[in-house]
């Protein structure tokens, strides 16, 4: 009977093994899996950064050529504006000889028209 107690207790034994080393195995494979996540999601962090530094850069760029864009029409729409108001004098100028002319052309119509029928 001893035997038999002491091959039972072999048997207790050998499950209760079984049984710890089963629950140090998933303990461990669940620890490995989420290590495992948690790497893949740090990579996945790092990637993500990158492309949005990448996509930064890529604006940045985008903005200083838009400034340097602005910044030539900016000096095309002052010149265009010196030249308006330069033709614009110039027209003023060309007005007033003509008014002039338009003048001094009646007077002298009226004079020869007047003297004519005198």
């Not at 035997?3 to 049984?19: F, K, P, V, Y």
């Not at 950064?49 to 760029?61: F, I």
């Not at 504006?81 to 052309?105: G, M, P, Y």
């Amino acid at each position: 009977m001893e035997r038999s107690d002491d091959h039972t207790r072999g048997l207790c034994g050998r499950e209760q093994a079984q049984t710890d080393v089963s629950s140090w195995r998933q303990k461990y494979d669940a620890a490995a899996a989420a290590a495992e996540a948690e790497e893949a999601e740090d990579m996945s962090s790092k990637r993500r950064k990158q492309m949005l530094t990448a996509r930064m850069s890529e604006y940045e760029a985008q903005l200083a050529s838009a400034v340097a864009k602005t910044a030539a029409l900016e000096k095309i729409k002052n010149q265009l504006q010196l030249d308006s108001e330069s033709l614009v004098a110039q027209l003023d100028k060309v007005d007033i000889h003509s008014l002039h002319t338009c003048k001094a052309n009646s007077n002298s119509f009226r004079k020869t028209s007047s003297s004519n029928f005198v």
